[in-house]
C-alpha cells in the first residue's frame, strides 16, 4: 500500500512515512527511509531546503530534473541517468521540473549513511538502457563504476526491463533485504504478482525468481 | 527584524515547534565553534516529538528584515547534542555548524 498525495502541482505516491503521512509503524526498512514517487508539473520543483546524514538517489523516470545546491553544483538529469546527493553535515538544494510543459517523473530514495557527519558531495550517473533488458543492471552501488553512482552505503540498486515471458533469479544473501518496485507492468515474483507501482519488501528469501507477465520495468534494491 | 524559530523532523519535513504559532520564549548564542540553542516550556507534546526525533532534526531560524528577503539558518546538530532538563523545563540544543542562505536568491534554475 502506498500513500498518495495530490497537491496540484505535485502528485506523489509514499512508501514510507513522509510529510502529511506518518505512519509510525512505517518510517523504514533497515537503512531504507524513503521511497516517493513523484510526478511534477511543468515549471514547477522544490525551492531551496537542507537535508544532512542522508544518501539521496533520484531516479528520473520521464522528463528533466534540474538541480542547483550550494557547493556550486547546477545540472539536469534526465531519463537515463541517475543523481546522487551524499548530504552528510549539510547541503541546501533546489529541484525542479526542467521543462515548462512536459511532466516530470521521478523516484526519489532516501537511506541512511554508513557514517554520519561525512563531507557533502554530489553527483550524476549514466546507463545504458538498452543494458537492463532481460538483466539486472546495477545503477547505484557503493562500490561505484563509471555507470554507477556511487553510495555511502552497503547497497546496490538495480534497473530493469523485463521483457514478457523472461524470467531472472536474485540471490539474496542471509540478513539482507531486498525492496521491490514495479514501475510498469506485471512481474510475478516466487509465485506472487506484482503490478505497475506494487512495491514488497523482502527478508528471508534466499532464492527469488522473477518472471514478466508483460513487458516490464521494475527497480530492485538490494540492502542492508 | 521577525524571527521564526522551527524545528522539523528532517525526514518528510513534520513541523515540531514552529514559533509563528506557538510562541515560545528561545536563545541562541555562540558555543565554542557551534552554537547553542535553548527553548523554554516547551509543551509535553512538542518535546515528545523532538526527543523522539532528536538525532533527525532539521533547526532553523528565519530572519525577515522589512523590506529585504528572507533570510533562512539552517543549523547542523551531530547526534548526541539535544538535551531536555524536566526540573528546568530547557530544550538545549548544540550545533556543530549552520548555513545560511536566501531562498529568493539562492537559485539561478527559477
Redesign the interface.
Same mark, same amino acid.
Given at each position: 500500500m502506498r500513500y498518495l498525495v495530490d497537491l496540484g502541482w505535485l502528485r506523489s505516491g509514499l512508501s514510507f #512515512? +513522509?510529510?502529511e =503521512? +506518518?505512519d509510525p509503524e512505517n518510517?523504514a526498512f533497515g537503512v531504507m527511509?524513503?521511497c516517493n514517487d513523484d510526478l511534477v508539473a511543468g515549471?514547477k !520543483?522544490f525551492? /531551496?531546503h /537542507?537535508? #544532512?546524514?542522508?544518501e539521496i538517489v533520484t531516479v528520473v523516470l520521464r522528463g528533466q530534473v534540474?538541480h542547483?545546491d550550494?557547493l556550486g553544483n %547546477?545540472e539536469v538529469t534526465k531519463e537515463g541517468q541517475v543523481q546522487r546527493m551524499s548530504a552528510g #553535515?549539510?547541503i541546501?538544494h %533546489?529541484e =525542479?521540473n526542467a521543462s515548462e510543459s512536459e511532466e516530470l517523473q521521478f523516484l526519489q530514495l532516501?537511506f541512511m549513511p554508513r557514517a554520519? !557527519?561525512g563531507a557533502p558531495s554530489y553527483e550524476t550517473s549514466s546507463y545504458e538502457p538498452s543494458q537492463m533488458v532481460n538483466h539486472l543492471l546495477p545503477v547505484v552501488s557503493h562500490t561505484g563504476s563509471e555507470q554507477v553512482a556511487s553510495i555511502n552505503q552497503d547497497l546496490t540498486i538495480y534497473l530493469s526491463r523485463l521483457e514478457r515471458g523472461n524470467e531472472l533469479s536474485f540471490h539474496q544473501e542471509a540478513g539482507r533485504r531486498v525492496f521491490l518496485f514495479v514501475i510498469e507492468g506485471e512481474l510475478e515474483v516466487s509465485g506472487h504478482v506484482m503490478e505497475t507501482r506494487d512495491t514488497a519488501r523482502i527478508q528471508n528469501e534466499p532464492h527469488l525468481q522473477l518472471a514478466a507477465k508483460e513487458d516490464t520495468k521494475y527497480m530492485l534494491i538490494d540492502l542492508p | 527584524m521577525k524571527e521564526t524559530l522551527l524545528i522539523k523532523h528532517a525526514v518528510g519535513g513534520r513541523t515540531f515547534l514552529d514559533t509563528d504559532k506557538q510562541p515560545v520564549a528561545y536563545q541562541w548564542e555562540q558555543s565554542g565553534t557551534g552554537w547553542r540553542l535553548i527553548v523554554h516550556k516547551l509543551s509535553k507534546a512538542n518535546i515528545e516529538q523532538i526527543l523522539t526525533w532528536k538525532d533527525e532534526l532539521n533547526l532553523f531560524l528565519f530572519q525577515q528584515v522589512p523590506g529585504e528577503p528572507m533570510k533562512k539558518i539552517w543549523f547542523y546538530i551531530k547526534e548526541g547534542q539535544v538535551m531536555y532538563d524536566e526540573a528546568k523545563e530547557e530544550l538545549t540544543i548544540e550545533a556543530d555548524s549552520r548555513i545560511e542562505y536566501i531562498p529568493d536568491t539562492f537559485s539561478s534554475l527559477h
Amino acid at each position: 500500500m502506498r500513500y498518495l498525495v495530490d497537491l496540484g502541482w505535485l502528485r506523489s505516491g509514499l512508501s514510507f #512515512s +513522509f510529510g502529511e =503521512y +506518518f505512519d509510525p509503524e512505517n518510517t523504514a526498512f533497515g537503512v531504507m527511509r524513503v521511497c516517493n514517487d513523484d510526478l511534477v508539473a511543468g515549471g514547477k !520543483g522544490f525551492g /531551496p531546503h /537542507p537535508h #544532512s546524514d542522508m544518501e539521496i538517489v533520484t531516479v528520473v523516470l520521464r522528463g528533466q530534473v534540474k538541480h542547483e545546491d550550494n557547493l556550486g553544483n %547546477a545540472e539536469v538529469t534526465k531519463e537515463g541517468q541517475v543523481q546522487r546527493m551524499s548530504a552528510g #553535515s549539510g547541503i541546501i538544494h %533546489a529541484e =525542479y521540473n526542467a521543462s515548462e510543459s512536459e511532466e516530470l517523473q521521478f523516484l526519489q530514495l532516501w537511506f541512511m549513511p554508513r557514517a554520519r !557527519g561525512g563531507a557533502p558531495s554530489y553527483e550524476t550517473s549514466s546507463y545504458e538502457p538498452s543494458q537492463m533488458v532481460n538483466h539486472l543492471l546495477p545503477v547505484v552501488s557503493h562500490t561505484g563504476s563509471e555507470q554507477v553512482a556511487s553510495i555511502n552505503q552497503d547497497l546496490t540498486i538495480y534497473l530493469s526491463r523485463l521483457e514478457r515471458g523472461n524470467e531472472l533469479s536474485f540471490h539474496q544473501e542471509a540478513g539482507r533485504r531486498v525492496f521491490l518496485f514495479v514501475i510498469e507492468g506485471e512481474l510475478e515474483v516466487s509465485g506472487h504478482v506484482m503490478e505497475t507501482r506494487d512495491t514488497a519488501r523482502i527478508q528471508n528469501e534466499p532464492h527469488l525468481q522473477l518472471a514478466a507477465k508483460e513487458d516490464t520495468k521494475y527497480m530492485l534494491i538490494d540492502l542492508p | 527584524m521577525k524571527e521564526t524559530l522551527l524545528i522539523k523532523h528532517a525526514v518528510g519535513g513534520r513541523t515540531f515547534l514552529d514559533t509563528d504559532k506557538q510562541p515560545v520564549a528561545y536563545q541562541w548564542e555562540q558555543s565554542g565553534t557551534g552554537w547553542r540553542l535553548i527553548v523554554h516550556k516547551l509543551s509535553k507534546a512538542n518535546i515528545e516529538q523532538i526527543l523522539t526525533w532528536k538525532d533527525e532534526l532539521n533547526l532553523f531560524l528565519f530572519q525577515q528584515v522589512p523590506g529585504e528577503p528572507m533570510k533562512k539558518i539552517w543549523f547542523y546538530i551531530k547526534e548526541g547534542q539535544v538535551m531536555y532538563d524536566e526540573a528546568k523545563e530547557e530544550l538545549t540544543i548544540e550545533a556543530d555548524s549552520r548555513i545560511e542562505y536566501i531562498p529568493d536568491t539562492f537559485s539561478s534554475l527559477h
